[in-house]
């Protein structure tokens, strides 16, 4: 199915319901929820999903795995993506939060095919065979690092999603700490018990997601000046770190891409 809202076909008796859309670019799904668990893969662009407990940047042709009934909000930066709405009780594994994860070969021409099904697809045969395979294949997958969680607390989640939007290599523990009127160690012992990491951690490692996007249209050495490192190296060395494999990985060059 192609661009069939999920509402439209819920009802319908299978375990899996494929489904592929195409956003224009910016375009914002306001906060949500479904029944069904989502396994939401974005073919080409960025997605950016937030929810109450944290924030999920998905890269190119990775997806994320929403739990039933989370409520979500998803930025679509050029995407165009293949979902799977999968009953909750056809997936006791599904994991409790939002997970990115990587789309092997297999497993992304499996989705390819699904979305060319009919709501009330064939149980036997073919079809039914992809269903159950796709969820085999799901199953499978290890989870990637690319999200930070968000506190509890409304002051501070408020100051987590402000500098979500606008990443400051200048912001300092003391300048948080004065907004949320606070001294600066009980203001940095509460983020940490609240994040389990230090505000400097978890700006670091928010500045190195919003990197992502931004790399679908400029180099390295674009991207490192923009988020404040002083030179590509220094970049390429903290996002390493951070994610596993480095910045390159995800240009829109030549040498990017999904390998």
């Not at 668990?37 to 924030?55: P, R, S």
């Not at 931004?214 to 923009?226: C, I, Q, Y």
Request: hydrophobic share 45%; net charge positive; proline share 9%.
């Amino acid at each position: 199915m192609k661009n069939v809202p999920l509402a439209a076909v819920d009802h319908v008796d299978r375990a899996v319901l494929p489904i592929g859309t195409d956003y224009p670019p910016g375009h914002v799904l306001d906060w949500h929820e479904h029944r069904r668990a989502q396994f939401l893969y974005g073919a080409t662009g960025v997605m950016v999903v937030d929810t109450a407990e944290g924030t999920w940047t998905v890269p190119p042709e990775r997806a994320v795995l929403i739990p039933p009934a989370t409520r979500h909000r998803v930025r679509m930066l050029g995407v165009s993506t293949r979902s799977l709405y999968v009953e909750p009780s056809a997936v006791p594994w599904w994991p409790a939060t939002c997970t990115v994860v990587d789309v092997p070969p297999l497993l992304r021409e499996l989705l390819l095919a699904a979305v060319e099904f009919e709501a009330d697809y064939r149980l036997s045969g073919r079809e039914g065979s992809i269903a159950a395979l796709l969820l085999y294949e799901i199953a499978e997958r290890a989870p990637l690092p690319f999200h930070v969680g968000m506190p509890a607390s409304s002051d501070l989640a408020r100051l987590c999603r402000a500098y979500l939007a606008a990443p400051d290599a200048e912001a300092t523990n003391a300048a948080w700490a004065a907004e949320t009127a606070m001294s600066e160690r009980a203001f940095t012992r509460r983020f940490r018990a609240e994040t389990g990491d230090s505000p400097a951690v978890w700006r670091t490692r928010a500045r190195l997601l919003a990197s992502l996007p931004l790399l679908r249209t400029a180099s390295v050495s674009e991207v490192g000046a923009r988020i404040g490192y002083a030179s590509p190296a220094a970049f390429t060395a903290a996002f390493t770190r951070a994610f596993g494999m480095p910045p390159s990985r995800f240009t829109a060059g030549p040498a990017g891409g999904r390998r």
